[in-house]
T-cell receptor, first 113, second 110 residues
Framework: DVKVTQSSRYLVKRTGEKVFLECVQD?????MFWYRQDPGLGLRLIYF???????EKGDIPEGYSVSREKKERFSLILESASTNQTSMYLC????????????FGPGTRLTVT | EDQVTQSPEALRLQEGESSSLNCSYT??????LFWYRQDPGKGPEFLFTLYSAGEEKEKERLKATLTKKESFLHITAPKPEDSATYLC???????????FGSGTRLQVQP
């Protein structure tokens, strides 16, 4: 079974803090993705990576950065957290070729106060 | 503009009452349409991929179909454990990632 794990299920941070969200997959997938999910807006792509050290901006990259130093790990960084970044963050992975299905982690519910 | 639209936003069924969820898309160059199920507080779980108009996939009480403009997720004789949010997503030419709809929240009452 594909397994995608995320470092925290719930996280509470203060405005201005630097926040790291970690994602690890165990299926040797080439592609990894970060989404945020908000009521009524669906899943919106923040960043994705198709190879180690490679990344591409998604639809809403502002305020975020990413790092992929190893194939199995993809990190999302909020350089200076703001209250409008309070959301559910979901990581996903897939084999090469975007038309392949994506497998999701359990999500991190981030609250910025 | 919306490229993937799901309807209805919410649906309440009685156990055994069959129905369909709709996912319409306005993208060109469709390369795949995906259905996911998401339980509260969890990540989406993959259900089906459809690649071309006329294709159908089935899994237990669920059947997904695809036309050139939309996809349906048919739920036959649903049970309370089918209650979840169902998401569809498309992959189309010119975009490397999936585009998701907002989902249909399904509640099946015993």
């Amino acid at each position: 079974d594909v397994k995608v794990t995320q470092s925290s299920r719930y996280l509470v941070k203060r405005t201005g803090e630097k926040v790291f969200l970690e994602c690890v997959q165990d299926m040797d997938h080439e592609n990894m993705f970060w989404y945020r999910q908000d009521p009524g807006l669906g899943l919106r792509l923040i960043y994705f990576s198709y190879d180690v050290k490679m990344k591409e901006k998604g639809d809403i990259p502002e305020g975020y950065s990413v790092s992929r130093e190893k194939k199995e790990r993809f990190s999302l960084i909020l350089e200076s957290a703001s209250t409008n970044q309070t959301s559910m963050y979901l990581c996903a992975s897939s084999t090469a070729g975007v038309q392949r299905e994506q497998y999701f982690g359990p999500g991190t519910r981030l609250t910025v106060t | 503009e919306d490229q993937v639209t799901q309807s209805p936003e919410a649906l309440r069924l009685q156990e055994g009452e069959s129905s369909s969820l709709n996912c319409s898309y306005t993208v060109s160059g469709l390369r795949g349409l995906f259905w996911y199920r998401q339980d509260p507080g969890k990540g989406p779980e993959f259900l089906f991929t459809l690649y071309s108009a006329g294709e159908e996939k089935e899994k237990e009480r669920l059947k997904a179909t695809l036309t050139k403009k939309e996809s349906f997720l048919h739920i036959t004789a649903p049970k309370p454990e089918d209650s979840a949010t169902y998401l569809c997503a498309v992959h189309y030419t010119g975009r490397r990632a999936l585009t998701f709809g907002s989902g249909t929240r399904l509640q099946v009452q015993p």
